[in-house]
């Protein structure tokens, strides 16, 4: 088995498309966002919509790409319907992974609301209903991995047997509470065929309450890169948290034993929703074909974080999407997405 890379060549991205019963604030901005974000991942590929009703998700995206002037192709969209709690689909989304002789197989982990914090039991059963109605190729096998629980947020991999992920997060009690991270670690390694794991047990953003999903903190661009938070502030709340995940960063190898090259992101200003901060990060960027998405936060360090991401991904257009109506739901452009591998969606209807 093997788990791609997200720089891998893509057969498209599934957005779960919000409504008036979605956990949002202020649901207007949050759509607007969503179809600046569809409109973006069209330029380079197919897009799949997942929506409580399809009428009312292609009216939503029809009304604000008028107002908004956007040229949307809806032709490269399939939308499927299915009841939802939220619209988090790098979490509740299908993860693929290939066989020894290339055959697709999409896992389908439970999703149980981040360790029980959320209601999911309708986002738990997306995948299977997409799949039922014919979103993914004939040659796709879907593979049911109740009772193991994980989220897309939680894993980045190198594609070559490598895997970056938090022990907060997956080892939490409320995830998988009567496996050691021994057990967890050998689960892993058996579902996706890894050769090793990397576990951080540091760092974390206030705001967050995905108990440290990794890719909101750290992510391979290559197998010998990873763009990382970096905190300079010691005044900062986030500071010895992500400077204790630097240390560690720089005390991982390469498979062949040598140095990471590590690509540090700045923090964004602080923002706040009443008192509560937001988990701006940068490092929830969203790899294309052709492109690499970054979660904008209308701040200077916006375009710092484009040109260090542009500098690793030279041969990828890297744009900014201002994002910041989802960190209302304590999330960004990489948590909303999920992309799959060529050969995998089903691209007409």
């Excluded at 540090?264 to 937001?278: A, G, H, I, Q, S």
Aim: aromatic share 10%; net charge negative.
């Amino acid at each position: 088995m093997r788990l791609p890379a997200e720089w891998e060549r893509q057969s498209g991205v599934q957005l779960t498309w919000p409504h008036c019963d979605t956990e949002w604030y202020e649901l207007d901005k949050v759509l607007e966002c969503y179809t600046d974000i569809a409109y973006n991942i069209l330029k380079y590929e197919p897009l799949m919509v997942v929506c409580r009703d399809i009428a009312e998700a292609k009216s939503d995206i029809g009304r604000i790409a008028g107002l908004k002037g956007l040229q949307m192709d809806f032709d490269r969209i399939c939308f499927y319907q299915a009841p939802l709690n939220d619209t988090w689909a790098r979490d509740h989304g299908g993860i693929s992974v290939f066989g020894d002789n290339g055959e697709k197989y999409l896992y389908d982990f439970v999703f149980n609301g981040w360790g029980l914090k959320f209601a999911s039991n309708l986002d738990n059963m997306i995948t299977q209903t997409v799949f039922r109605q014919g979103a993914f190729n004939d040659d796709v096998m879907g593979v049911d991995m109740r009772p193991f629980v994980l989220e897309g947020g939680s894993l980045d991999t190198d594609g070559c047997g490598t895997l970056l992920t938090t022990k907060e997060c997956l080892c939490s009690v409320n995830r998988n509470e009567y496996l050691t991270q021994d057990e967890i670690e050998g689960e892993l390694k058996s579902a996706f065929g890894l050769d090793r794991i990397l576990w951080l047990e540091h760092g974390g953003l206030k705001g967050d309450d995905t108990d440290s999903h990794v890719d909101i903190l750290a992510r391979f661009c290559s197998p010998d890169t990873i763009a990382y938070m970096q905190c300079t502030d010691p005044e900062d709340e986030n500071y010895d948290g992500l400077a204790a995940m630097e240390k560690q960063l720089r005390s991982f190898r390469t498979k062949d034993g040598g140095h990471y090259r590590l690509v540090p992101l700045p923090l964004p200003e602080p923002m706040y929703l009443d008192d509560y901060r937001l988990p701006a990060s940068y490092a929830n960027f969203l790899i294309l074909n052709g492109a690499v998405l970054v979660p904008g936060a209308a701040s200077p360090m916006d375009e710092v974080a484009r040109q260090r991401l542009q500098e690793v991904f030279p041969d990828r257009e890297v744009a900014v999407v201002d994002c910041r109506p989802l960190l209302s739901g304590h999330g960004s452009l990489h948590c909303v997405t999920m992309q799959f591998p060529e050969g995998y969606l089903r691209t007409e209807r």
